[in-house]
């Protein structure tokens, strides 16, 4: 079994390290050439477990024993030692092996609530519909094996609800919500809502890798609200009836639960209007509270808000002495090399700028 006790977080230069990783990228290269006009194979590998990325290095003299080994979406059992380049972190590569045994929460980062009660949670849910068509459809849902894929993938590539289990948390939260606005009013099918609120986002289980949260071909060639309605077409062929008007109605309100719109298709419905209001909000929210940086009393610019959020003044702490100035010393050393989160935002030339949900 592969025990995960050293992360990325803990490495620093001139190490040696013998921990398993999963392989996020790997390319072959060639070395400059030197001044005979030889150059030479090398692999560049990405590493990374939940806490960070490491760039990897498997020079020339090692390549026959490791190549096979260290594929892309693999975890490896890594042997090496970094170095230090500038500001980052290198893992030179010896040796390797195939892991076998090991925890996936290890590797990637996951929700931090329990996959298995928000299962039950979305399950709950759902039986209170009852509607007896809708009412079949969400056990059809939860009875199928993509219902299992459904509780494990990711709800984002960036901020928000970017790990293992985010697209159930955030499942719950836009239901939980629209049910409580339900609740207060009688002119919404609240069965309608809430059927709608647990399939809303179920295309996104297509929309990105599961390992590296980069979109997919089928996310970026059809986003995830046309992904959601193909497979909430099948789930319906697949329950096996679903009166006319009940499927036009849930229909839309998936196809319009995004603030920007499928295809400029706006709620014309009383669900489909509660519905994206209560998408939107989750999805504001949840990605102001992602980011802790900033200075002082704001965060962060959050990209894909296009604004900063302001989490309240110190000013009317306690008054403290300033403190006194510490005697002349040595300059600082150098930052220490540390490895890429796996958090990090995309650069800023990155032409997905929009709300990522």
Known sequence: MAD?????SDIEPNMSVESPFLVRSVERRMTKANKYGESKPFLAI?????????NGRVWSENLPFV???????AVVQVIGTTQAYGNEISLVISDATAAEGYDLTDYI?????????????????????????LDHLLSTFIASSFFEQFISAPAAHVEAY???GG???????????????????????????????????????????????????????????????????????????????TRRRLYHAVAS??????????????????????NQL?????????????????????????????????????????AVSPAPSAPAPAPTAQPRSIWDEPPADDIDTDIPF
């Not at 990405?46 to 490491?54: C, F, N, P, V």
């Not at 190549?67 to 979406?73: A, F, G, M, R």
């Not at 009660?117 to 399950?123: D, K, R, V, W, Y």
């Not at 959050?302 to 110190?314: D, K």
């Open 4 to 8: 995960k006790t050293l992360f990325a």
């Open 46 to 54: 990405e590493l990374a477990d939940r806490t960070g990325i490491i």
């Open 67 to 73: 190549e096979s080994v260290i594929v892309k979406d």
């Open 109 to 133: 980062p996951a929700s931090p609530r329990d996959r298995a009660q928000m299962a039950q949670e979305f399950a709950g849910l759902a039986s209170t519909i009852g509607d007896r068509e």
């Open 162 to 164: 970017a790990y293992l």
């Open 167 to 245: 697209l159930l948390e955030h499942t719950l939260s836009v239901t939980q919500t629209a049910l409580a606005i339900a609740t207060t009013r009688t002119d919404i099918d609240t069965d309608l809502l809430l059927a709608a609120a647990l399939l809303h986002d179920i295309g996104k289980v297509d929309a990105y890798d599961h390992l590296t949260f980069t979109p997919s071909d089928d996310g970026q060639l059809l986003e995830h609200t046309t992904l959601s309605l193909i497979r909430l077409d099948r789930l319906v062929d697949e329950a096996g009836s679903l009166a006319d008007e």
């Open 257 to 278: 639960h995004e603030q920007r719109g499928f295809n400029s298709t706006q709620p014309q419905t009383k669900e489909a209007v509660v519905l994206q209001m209560c």
């Open 282 to 322: 989750d999805t504001v929210l949840s990605a102001a509270s992602s980011h802790g940086g900033g200075d002082g009393p704001w965060t962060e610019t959050i990209r894909s808000l296009r604004r900063r959020f302001y989490r309240g003044s110190t000013t009317d702490a306690a008054y403290e002495a300033p």
